[in-house]
């Protein structure tokens, strides 16, 4: 099945730094999302974006399909913006599920 | 709010025993997927439903079944617990009949399962 990796596995920020969090796929795929996950565990919904670029608020997404990689952009951290940030993609072939990464577990502080 | 609700958000129990995790998927979304976050193993897919009917299945360990009602809501049926089953179970729901053909998945709040 699909490979999904992300990178890096830990960022450590100051508030008002930008960082760039990158997922690695290895197959073509019709469906690629971006969520975050609160510190209270809950899991946010940030992206939806198997190709091009989107942007809301201080996030932003490209995704370079045919070079099978994501990246989501934050600006301007807040603490808010602290937990840890999946990436899941599902491949192009066959009836796979959508598969999660590792995460990336951003870590800001005051 | 992602319009998938989940219940409980808690529940405690202890090995052997058998418990039931209910989701109420987004209205107008047929498909219902069930994951499990386990410290050492991630975000796991367990399965899915449309429209009332099984369509795909991962990891789902046998002590372990589903259904998805008429209503579309989902319950997981987890049973025999052991220890390594604590983890926090996710429902999420999509508008379409599998993972992809542009339909994003919008993710519950969780179900904590602890077991002692």
């Known amino acids: 099945g699909i490979q999904v990796e992300q990178s890096p596995p830990d960022l450590i920020l100051q508030e008002g730094a930008n960082s760039t969090l990158r997922c690695n796929f290895s197959d073509s795929v019709n469906n690629l999302q971006w969520f975050h996950q609160n510190p209270w565990g809950q899991l946010i919904n940030l992206f939806y974006i198997p190709s091009g670029t989107k942007q809301n608020g201080r996030l932003s997404a490209t995704t370079v399909a045919t070079e099978r990689y994501s990246l989501l952009y934050i600006s301007s951290s807040q603490t808010t913006d602290s937990g840890v940030y999946f990436c899941a993609a599902k491949s192009n072939f066959g009836n796979e599920k959508l598969t999660f990464g590792t995460g990336t577990r951003l870590t800001i502080i005051p | ?116």
Do not use: M
């Not at chain 2, 099984?54 to 009602?69: M, P, T, Y």
């Open chain 2, 1 to 116: 709010d992602s319009g998938v609700t989940q219940t409980p958000k808690h529940l405690i129990t202890a090995t052997g025993q058998r418990v039931t995790l209910r989701c109420s998927p987004r209205s107008g979304d047929l498909s219902v997927y069930w994951y499990q976050q386990s410290l050492d193993q991630g975000l796991q897919f367990l399965i899915q439903y449309y429209n009332g009917e099984e369509r795909a299945k991962g990891n789902i360990l046998e002590r372990f079944s589903a259904q998805q009602f008429p209503d579309l809501h989902s319950e997981l049926n987890l049973s025999s617990l052991e220890l390594g089953d604590s983890a926090l179970y996710f429902c999420a729901s999509s508008g379409g009949q599998g993972f992809a053909y542009n339909s994003p998945l919008h993710f519950g709040n969780g179900t904590r399962l602890t077991v002692t």
